[in-house]
């Protein structure tokens, strides 16, 4: 399974627009690439995944580019309820989630 | 409709005593996991039914621990002689088909064990 690296954490401001991203160098060819959310006490909720170039739905964008070796997701003007612990993992036709140490966003007013 | 459910929500045990915790999973879900979350583990997979089988147990920590799933439905997870080491939240989670990334979680079992 390929390896994800994103920072540990981040601090944004309400109304801004944020930005993770996440390094996966040895993904393959099959792999698709998908966000997880995850907020205090509650187990994760899915957010978004994508192949190649952009993603977009209601929560999020998902920003790829051409050599796939990592991905943005893009929150678009932040509140305080998207501070949450943000994922990016790497599936294939795998039948477990492999989580690694996510990203903790913390939205200030 | 109703999302996955899994009881109870907070379970206090005595080292070396047996716990069970139950999963309900979204009605019309073949696929059913398990996962555990700790401070210093991460959330990591422990076990994985397709149907009433389980072809992937290898996040399993110990022979302690064990799971069923009956009717195709609702899953146990059992720990016996609970450690302290077991203490954690146990997330459920179901999907649609098997291998679908997109999977919903239940709430969790806060399990500490003193």
């Known amino acids: 399974l390929a390896k994800t690296t994103q920072p540990i954490s981040m601090d944004s401001y309400e109304g801004q627009e944020v930005n993770i991203t996440c390094s996966h160098n040895?993904?393959?060819?099959?792999?698709?690439i998908t966000w997880y959310q995850q907020f205090p006490s509650q187990g994760p909720r899915f957010i978004i995944q994508?192949?190649?170039t952009k993603v977009t739905n209601e929560v999020a964008s998902l920003f790829i580019p051409a050599d796939r070796k990592s991905s943005t997701l893009s929150l678009p003007r932040v509140s305080l309820s998207d501070t949450a612990v943000y994922y990016c993992?790497?599936?294939?036709?795998?039948?477990?989630?492999?989580f690694g140490t996510g990203t903790r966003l913390q939205v200030f007013p | 409709g109703a999302g996955v459910s899994q009881s109870p929500s907070n379970k206090v045990t005595e080292k070396g005593k047996d716990v069970e915790l139950r999963c309900d999973p979204i009605?019309?879900?073949?696929?059913l996991y398990w996962y555990r979350q700790s401070l210093g583990q991460g959330l990591e997979f422990l076990i994985y039914?397709?149907?009433?089988?389980?072809?992937?147990k290898s996040g399993l920590p110990s022979d302690r621990f064990s799971a069923e799933r009956t009717g195709g439905s609702v899953s146990t997870l059992t720990i016996q002689r609970t450690q302290q080491e077991d203490s954690a939240v146990y997330l459920c989670?179901?999907?649609?088909?098997?291998?679908?990334?997109?999977?919903?979680f239940g709430p969790g079992t806060r399990l500490t064990v003193t």
């Open positions: 989670a179901s999907s649609l088909t098997p291998g679908a990334h997109e999977q919903y």
């Open positions: 040895n993904i393959a060819t099959n792999d698709y």
């Open positions: 994508g192949y190649k």
């Open positions: 993992l790497v599936l294939n036709n795998t039948d477990k989630l492999i």
């Open positions: 009605s019309g879900h073949t696929a």
């Open positions: 039914f397709q149907g009433n089988s389980a072809p992937d």
